[in-house]
C-alpha cells in the first residue's frame, strides 16, 4: 500500500512538470500564461506562430503521462488495476494543478493522451484520430479536445474485447479524467456557446 502511494505522488511529480512553461523558456518565446487563453498547452503555444515550440509542447506533456504510467508498470510490475488507474490520474491531475506553477496547469489533454498511449494504444489512436477529425472539420482545438475526451471512455469500454479487456477500475479513471477535462475548459464551452472561441491558425480571433 506504502509502495502504491509512493507510485501515485511520483505520478503526480511526473505530470506536473509544465512542458509549455520548460520548452518556452527554453526557446526564448513569452511565458504562455500571458497571452491568448493563458493556458499553458500546446494550443496557446501555438498561437505564437512558433509551430515548433507547439510541437515539443505536445510531445513533452504526452510523454510524461506516458512516462507515469509505463514507469509504475515497471517499477511494480504485478500492480493491479486500481493502483494502476490512481497513477493513470495522478499523472493527469499533476498537470492540471501542478506543485511548480504553484497549483495553477493546464486543461489535460495531452497528458491524458500520453496516458492512453501507455493503457492501451489502439484506444490512444482511435482518441487522436476523432481530436483531428473534429479539429480539422471545425478548426477548434477546444472542440475537438471535448469530443476525444466524451469519446475515449466510450472507445475503452465498448472497444472492450478487441485489443484488450477493459478494467473497471480504469473505465472509472478514464471517465473521472474526462469528467475534470470539461470542467477545465469551462470558460472554452462558454466561448464556443457564444461563438468567440478562436480558431487553429487565426481565422476569427477571440
Ligand atoms: O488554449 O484553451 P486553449 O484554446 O492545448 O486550449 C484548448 C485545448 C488545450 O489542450 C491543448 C493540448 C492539445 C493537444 C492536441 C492533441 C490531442 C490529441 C487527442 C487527445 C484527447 C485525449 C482525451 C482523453 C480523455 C480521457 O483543448
Request: hydrophobic share 55%.
Amino acid at each position: 500500500l506504502a509502495f502504491s502511494a509512493a507510485l501515485i505522488l511520483l505520478a503526480y511529480l511526473i505530470g506536473s512538470v509544465p512542458f509549455a512553461v520548460v520548452v518556452s523558456k527554453l526557446m526564448g518565446l513569452q511565458d504562455p500564461r500571458s497571452y491568448g487563453s493563458k493556458n499553458p498547452g500546446a494550443t496557446n503555444v501555438l498561437r505564437t506562430g512558433n509551430k515548433t515550440a507547439a510541437a515539443l509542447t505536445l510531445l513533452g506533456d504526452a510523454a510524461k503521462g506516458w512516462f507515469a504510467v509505463w514507469l509504475a508498470q515497471r517499477l511494480a510490475p504485478g500492480i493491479t488495476p486500481g493502483p494502476l488507474a490512481a497513477v493513470a490520474v495522478a499523472a493527469f491531475l499533476g498537470h492540471l494543478y501542478p506543485i511548480f506553477l504553484g497549483f495553477k496547469g493546464g486543461k489535460g489533454v495531452a497528458t491524458a493522451l500520453g496516458v492512453l498511449v501507455a493503457i492501451q494504444p489502439w484506444l490512444a489512436l482511435a482518441t487522436a484520430a476523432t481530436w483531428l477529425i473534429i479539429a480539422v472539420f471545425f478548426r477548434y482545438s477546444s472542440l475537438a479536445s471535448l469530443v476525444a475526451a466524451f469519446f475515449a471512455p466510450v472507445y475503452y469500454v465498448f472497444g472492450s474485447g478487441l485489443a484488450w479487456r477493459a478494467q473497471p477500475a480504469m473505465g472509472i479513471a478514464l471517465a473521472i479524467i474526462g469528467v475534470l477535462l470539461f470542467y477545465r475548459h469551462r470558460a472554452n464551452i462558454a466561448r464556443l456557446v457564444q461563438g468567440t472561441e478562436s480558431r487553429i491558425g487565426g481565422g476569427k480571433k477571440k
